[in-house]
């Protein structure tokens, strides 16, 4: 039992393509706190509802990668417009005194939802995200977690030959030692988000590189498709 939760979290901690998700996680938390906590949680969920649909159904071969790889692309991107969208509108309030698209600064300027404003653009609160779009981050949370990869087709063949509970309990280490990652991501986000100076630049850049990485993983969902064929 011991020998197999050591592999799980030797497989979990390995680098792999992790970078991927550092990298998200610190644009969702240079975005907000909340984000970025968010995309973590719900990319653990995902992690354990795979694996435990791995172990409890035997889904390995079955498990297309494309179709998720598609969708996290498609959710991050829509998630990286929304965010760029809604930071430039509120630097033109800032400039303007008005938003430039009201939809996407809807109550940010009554009662509770107001915001002190920074000449440059940036937001002294940073914390003002709203219940959808916080929602919205944990499904791509979710949807990155559950997407099948190298790592967990690794582990796959140890979760199918030992019984449900163990192979729950290495699902659940294997999420916990690959979270050490994205939880770098995120603290690296809180630090930078500190500098109110470079406010605008840093939650502009953020929103790119969501949108870049969107981009990515639909190209790479084609090319693999490609290559299979």
């Not at 970078?19 to 995309?39: H, M, N, P, Q, T």
């Not at 916080?134 to 790592?151: D, E, M, Q, S």
């Not at 630090?191 to 100076?197: D, E, G, L, T």
């Not at 949108?211 to 639909?218: A, E, H, Q, R, S």
């Amino acid at each position: 039992m011991i020998e197999e939760l050591l592999a799980a979290a030797a497989v979990g901690g390995s680098l792999g393509n992790a970078w991927v998700c550092a990298l998200l996680s610190l644009g969702c938390s240079i975005d907000s706190k909340k984000g970025g906590a968010a995309f973590i949680a719900g990319r653990f969920l995902g992690l354990v509802l795979l694996g435990g649909a791995i172990a409890g159904l035997g889904l390995v071969q079955d498990l297309n990668p494309v179709y998720f790889l598609v969708t996290f692309g498609a959710l991050t991107v829509a998630l990286g417009v929304f965010v760029l969208v809604r930071v430039l509108t509120r630097h033109h309030m800032a400039k303007h005194g008005h938003p430039l698209l009201r939809l996407f600064h809807r109550g940010m300027h009554h009662g509770k939802g107001q915001r002190a404003v920074m000449a440059d653009g940036g937001e002294i609160d940073f914390e003002g995200s709203s219940k959808a779009k916080i929602a919205y981050i944990f499904l791509l949370g979710v949807v990155r977690g559950a997407t099948p990869c190298v790592k967990i087709m690794v582990l796959a063949p140890l979760l199918i030959s030992v019984d449900f509970g163990l192979a729950i309990g290495m699902v659940m280490v294997f999420a916990a030692a690959s979270t050490i990652y994205p939880v770098i991501g995120f603290l690296s986000g809180n630090i930078i988000r500190q500098s109110k100076r470079y406010a605008l630049y840093m939650r502009v850049g953020a929103a790119l590189m969501m949108i870049i990485l969107g981009v990515y993983f639909i190209v790479n969902a084609f090319v693999s498709t490609h290559g299979g064929q």
